[in-house]
């Protein structure tokens, strides 16, 4: 018998199964060129031949400091950035006091089950962006975004 793993748990499944016996997950990869719904082990899109793999290792990759620096501008004030880089290495090891925000978005995963990844990014986005503009309308700045 032929086992294909599950793209969201990484459990070994029976080939054909159309949800994880370990957690439930739908068993489907959707192509990011037509949509339709694979197999988590196909290659190439059924539909479209869209190369999957390409497309997950893209999303897993991590962007370089300028595609971060670049991403994050339209969250911050003007000209905070330059602000910030000027005085790097006066600020570098810098001891301040600091308050924390933690936000949880209960029900993301069923969310994001439901709507796709590219919806789900869309609306994370407007999130961090009211929440990013808040933090500063009160004088913080962001040091770090994190997202299991």
């Not at 080939?15 to 957690?23: I, L, N, P, W």
């Not at 694979?38 to 390409?54: I, R, S, V």
């Amino acid at each position: 018998m032929s086992l294909m793993k599950c793209p969201k748990c990484h459990s070994e499944n029976p080939q054909g199964a159309k949800f994880c016996v370990e957690c439930g997950a739908k068993q489907e990869v959707l192509c990011p060129g037509c949509g339709s719904s694979n197999a988590p082990d196909f290659k190439f899109c059924f539909e479209c031949g869209h190369n999957l793999k390409t497309a997950q290792e893209a999303l897993k990759k991590e962007p370089a400091f300028d595609e971060k620096l670049a991403k994050i501008q339209r969250y911050l004030p003007q000209g905070l950035t330059e602000k910030i880089l000027s005085q790097k290495e006066k600020i570098e090891g810098e001891r301040k006091q600091v308050t924390v925000m933690f936000c949880d978005m209960v029900g993301f995963t069923e969310l994001s089950e439901k709507i796709g990844p590219e919806d789900a990014y869309s609306v994370m986005d407007q999130v961090y962006e009211i929440l990013i503009h808040k933090v500063h309308e009160f004088g913080g700045t962001v040091n770090e975004m994190t997202g299991s």
